[in-house]
Each structure stands twice: as C-alpha cells, then as structure tokens.
C-alpha cells in the first residue's frame, strides 16, 4: 500500500472521528456554540502552523482568498452550532448523512453559475440526494410522538429537519468557496484559504457568544479540541492524498468511507434505532454521494 493510499485511510479516519465526537459533544455539558467557537480557534491555531512550517507560499493572503476565505468561514461557524443544535433533536447517523449530502450544493452550482455540463450520473445524484433527505425525515417522524407530554411544543413538532436543511445549505455553500478559489485563479492558495475560513468562523462565533455565554467548561476544552485536530488531520492528510491519489478513487472513498464509519458507530455504539425507511435513506445518501464523486 502507497503512502497516499495510507494518507486516504487517515483521512477517513479522521473525518470519522469528527463525526463520532460531535455525537460526544451532544451531552447536556457541551454547549454548540462553545463547541463551535474552540473548534474553530484550534483549527486556526493548527493550520497556521502547518501551513508557515510546510506550505511553499507560507503565510501570504492574496485579496480574494481572504474575501472568499472570509465567507466560507462564517458560513462554517454558523453551519456548525446549526448542526450541533440540531444534533441534540435527533441521530448522528441520519444528521451525519445529511451534512454530508451537501455536496449536491456545489455541483449544482458549478452546472448553473459556471456553465460546467452535467452528465446522466449528475442527475441521478442529485435525485438520490433528495430522496434520501426525505427518508431521513420520515425516519425521524416515526420516533415522534403524536402528543407532546404537559404541552412542550419540543416534543409536538420537531424541529431536526429544519435546522439540518440549514446545515446543510450552508455546508454546502462553504463547500462552494473552493470552487470559487479555483475558478478565480487562486487554487494554490488552499492552505492560506483554510486559515481564513478557521478564524473567520472563530471570530463569527465568537461575536455571537461573546455577551451571551459564560466561559467554556472543561468538557467543551477537550471535546471540541480533539474535533479541531481531526477536523485539521483529515484536511492535511486528503490534500496531500490527492497528490498520488487520483480523485475518482479519493473522493468517494473519504466520502463513503467516514460515513459508514460514523453510521456503524451510531448502530452499535450509541445504540441508535433506525427504522427499515432510514435505513433505505442512508443506502440512498451514500449511493448519491458515491454516484456524484465519481461521475
């Protein structure tokens, strides 16, 4: 096995890892927006360092990557307390799969901002994307029950399915910013790009807690800290796959790879029920995550 190969596997690991610690997050102890906020701080710390001690171009900002970089890390900070939010309302296997998912967002966008052609596979892709976020909510109304318990409107009408969408809109737009990185001409730029988008985020996140929030706890310390090195683990180790990994081979299996890892874990782990109609959404979400990487 090739050390890109090796660099792929660490990958997967990694972003599984994330996955796995946000449902570790999900503790009545951890805060999202403080989960988010150290997550993002760390994550800068780390990136910077890397990119000053590894990264040819060093610590050189040109005006769109900070611009682009600046959008995609708002984007980031708010997708992530979204997410964490509405992790509290529901399962890590379904949510995972639907931020996941989001990969839809950039490619529909490539096809109609950027005039790139889309193919039958596209298409199908995109169809199974839709389909599987359906049957992730009809997995999630099967564990609603009719009538909430003294009138908590929480328990009456849930509000997973919302804040999910929103995640994964908004992933899927912080997705788009490396699209836009590329096709201003400032693809050599990515590690610089990531710096902004991790303290950007920081900062946004920062501002919305600032006044609202007390300090964070031990627990969100360690927790989000462990998030931020598999979050920075999984971004060094594919972009360096990449390198003597074709894409077609990396994408879906980072992508399938850590999804089925996070699924496996939320089964057998932390016990998650799914029902025969979620199931059949999580086959259709990473079929649609593999038809797109590969096509």
């Given at each position: ?29 951890c805060r999202p927006k403080m989960i988010a906020v150290i997550l ?256």
């Amino acid at each position: 096995m090739t050390v890109g190969y090796l660099l792929l596997l660490t990958s997967l690991a990694a972003f599984g890892m994330l996955g796995i610690f946000h449902k570790i997050a999900d503790h009545p102890g951890c805060r999202p927006k403080m989960i988010a906020v150290i997550l993002l701080f760390w994550g800068g710390v780390m990136t910077t360092l890397y990119t000053a001690a590894a990264n040819a171009k060093g610590l050189v900002f040109p005006g769109p990557v900070l611009l682009i970089g600046s959008c995609g890390g708002a984007l980031c900070g708010l997708t992530l307390f979204g997410f964490q939010t509405g992790l509290r309302l529901g399962k890590i296997s379904t949510s995972w799969l639907i931020l996941n998912l989001s990969i839809g967002i950039p490619i529909l966008l490539s096809v109609f901002l950027f005039g790139e052609k889309v193919n039958v596979g596209k298409i199908i892709g995109i169809l199974l994307v839709l389909a599987a976020v359906v049957m992730m909510w009809m997995d999630k109304r099967i564990d609603l029950p009719p009538t909430g318990a003294d009138g908590d409107p929480l328990l009456n009408k849930s509000k997973w399915l919302p804040l999910m969408l929103l995640s994964f809109a908004g992933n899927g737009l912080a997705m788009s910013c490396q699209k836009v990185l590329v096709e201003v001409k400032q693809g050599d730029y990515v590690w610089q790009f990531y710096i902004v988008v991790y303290w950007s985020g920081f900062i946004v996140m920062l501002l919305l807690s600032a006044l609202r929030e007390a300090w964070p706890n031990r627990r969100e310390y360690a927790t989000a800290f462990v998030m931020a090195i598999c979050s920075v683990i999984g971004n060094i180790s594919m972009t360096t796959a990449l390198k003597s990994v074709k894409g077609t081979v990396a994408y879906p299996v980072n992508s399938g790879g850590s999804l089925s890892l996070v699924v496996l874990v939320g089964v057998v782990f932390f016990r998650e029920k799914i029902h025969p109609v979620g199931m059949a959404g999580i086959v259709c979400g990473i079929s649609a995550i593999l038809i797109l990487a590969l096509t």
